[in-house]
């Protein structure tokens, strides 16, 4: 199976930045999409940004101009830069992956436990 493992939340003042990594591991051939999407209290869980193989990204419309999706392909590995932050960014963040664990194979998709942000005015 694979594992995949949020770090870097934590309490950020307004205007803050964090960087939040997720790690992918187990049975792996290759990762296509990753995503990082978030759920605050009482709402849906939203997509905040997707990253594909080949590096397109695109963006929640609240964050776009804030948030930065970025991979390392050869650790398995997916990133979320978010700069300026607000209250409102305060949510569990999850990382999922669509796994493929073979050539060929369908996609998989797995999701961290995800990673809290605060952000405090």
């Known amino acids: 199976q694979v594992q995949l493992v949020e770090s870097g939340g934590g309490l950020v003042q307004v205007g803050g930045s964090l960087r939040l990594s997720c790690a992918a591991s187990?049975?792996?051939?290759?990762?296509?999409?990753m995503r990082w999407y978030r759920q605050a209290p009482g709402k849906q869980r939203e997509l905040v940004a997707q990253?594909?193989?080949?590096?397109?990204?695109r963006y929640e419309d609240s964050v776009k101009d804030r948030a930065t999706i970025s991979r390392d392909n050869a650790k398995n590995e997916v990133y979320l830069q978010m700069n300026s932050l607000k209250p409102e960014d305060t949510a569990i963040y999850y990382c999922?992956?669509?796994?493929?664990?073979?050539?060929?194979?369908?996609?998989?998709?797995?999701w961290g436990q995800g990673t809290q942000v605060t952000v405090s005015s």
């Open positions: 999922n992956a669509d796994v493929q664990y073979y050539s060929g194979s369908p996609n998989f998709l797995y």
């Open positions: 187990g049975r792996i051939f290759t990762i296509n999409a």
């Open positions: 990253i594909t193989s080949d590096g397109t990204t």
